[in-house]
T-cell receptor, first 114, second 117 residues
């Protein structure tokens, strides 16, 4: 079975600072994908970034980057130059190869202070 | 990009009413859609996998007769909460993907907030 753990229930960061949101995962599968989603208070789920288990380079998408450490089974999300609009819940998720389901972590509530 | 539309956004109704929620993939076909439930300050809980043209696959502990799922076309799945009661009040959200390849993310609807009085 797969499991995603996000150990930070809440994070508070000053505007313009970088922030790292932690995600560790557990799976016996060798091929899998890791996803990060943002959920603002309005409720929609916004896809941010993807990392494949065989990708040699860390994924980047604009201000988002993924610090992927396969041996440690961690896939931390890094947001650079945080903005007030980054305040939201952030979920880490995993899907193993051949599976349909996404497995979600508990989420981290990020608050950006002006 | 892939767009998933969910309707309605809000529902407030009396106990005992049945409520139907629609999930549409607007610019792609989806043989599989997913229905989640989310309680306040908690993560998404997968309720069921909706399969076009066949029966849905429900997660353990989810009542099939309570939460009816119909996936009659490649662009539409519906979730009907039958004889809803206050404990069914929650945020329900659906997702779909143009293709279930490893790198393809699921795209989510905007969710439905259901309040049963």
């Amino acid at each position: 079975a797969q499991k995603i753990t996000q150990t930070q229930p809440g994070m508070f960061v000053q505007e313009k600072e970088a922030v790292t949101l932690d995600c560790t995962y557990d799976t016996s599968d060798q091929s899998y994908g890791l996803f990060w989603y943002k959920q603002p208070s309005s409720g929609e789920m916004i896809f941010l970034i993807y990392q494949g288990s065989y990708d040699e380079q860390n994924a980047t998408e604009g201000r988002y980057s993924l610090n992927f450490q396969k041996a440690r089974k961690s896939a931390n999300l890094v947001i650079s130059a945080s903005q007030l609009g980054d305040s939201a819940m952030y979920f880490c998720a995993m899907r193993v190869k051949g599976a349909q389901k996404l497995v979600f972590g508990q989420g981290t509530r990020l608050t950006i202070n002006p | 990009g892939a767009v998933v539309s969910q309707h309605p956004s809000w529902v407030i109704c009396k106990s005992g009413t049945s409520v139907k929620i629609e999930c549409r993939s607007l610019d792609f076909q989806a043989t599989t859609m997913f229905w989640y439930r989310q309680f306040p300050k908690q993560s998404l809980m997968l309720m069921a996998t909706s399969n076009e043209g066949s029966k849905a696959t429900y997660e353990q502990g989810v009542e099939k007769d309570k939460f009816l799922i119909n996936h009659a076309s490649l662009t539409l799945s519906t979730l009907t909460v039958t004889s809803a009661h206050p404990e069914d009040s929650s945020f329900y959200i659906c997702s779909a993907s143009p293709a279930l390849t490893d790198h393809q993310p699921q795209h989510f609807g905007d969710g439905t907030r259901l309040s049963i009085l």
